[in-house]
């Protein structure tokens, strides 16, 4: 079974960068799809980016332009860098992944494999 672990969580100052990585244990072979999301106080989870060989990459309209997704060539490693950041990025960021086949879109529940997630704090 996939397990994954986030890291690379941090505070940061507004305009600030930071790299979030996920680890992922167990056999992959079967997972295509693999994205980023982040629940802030208050409110509902949102999709951050998703990636697939066949569908591509997906970003936020918020963060497009300025989060980058992507996976190590292992194929066992997920990363987002996150550059510009903004106080309104600040959350907690989960890693997931969808196991099953089809679309590769930003809908939680389409996600069967979740890290414990790393926290975003961007302030002065």
């Known amino acids: 079974q996939v397990q994954l672990v986030e890291s690379g969580g941090g505070s940061v100052q507004p305009g600030g960068s930071l790299r979030l990585s996920c680890a992922a244990s167990g056999s992959l072979a079967s997972t295509t799809c693999m994205g980023w999301f982040r629940q802030a106080p208050g409110k509902e989870r949102e999709g951050v980016a998703t990636?697939?060989?066949?569908?591509?990459?997906t970003y936020a309209d918020s963060v497009k332009g300025r989060f980058t997704i992507s996976r190590g060539s292992a194929g066992n490693t997920l990363y987002l860098d996150m550059t510009r950041l903004q106080p309104e990025d600040t959350a907690m960021y989960y890693c997931a992944a969808k196991t099953t086949p089809g679309y590769c879109v930003q809908v939680g529940r389409l996600f069967d494999r979740w890290g414990q997630g790393t926290q975003v704090t961007v302030s002065s």
């Open positions: 990636m697939d060989p066949v569908y591509g990459k």
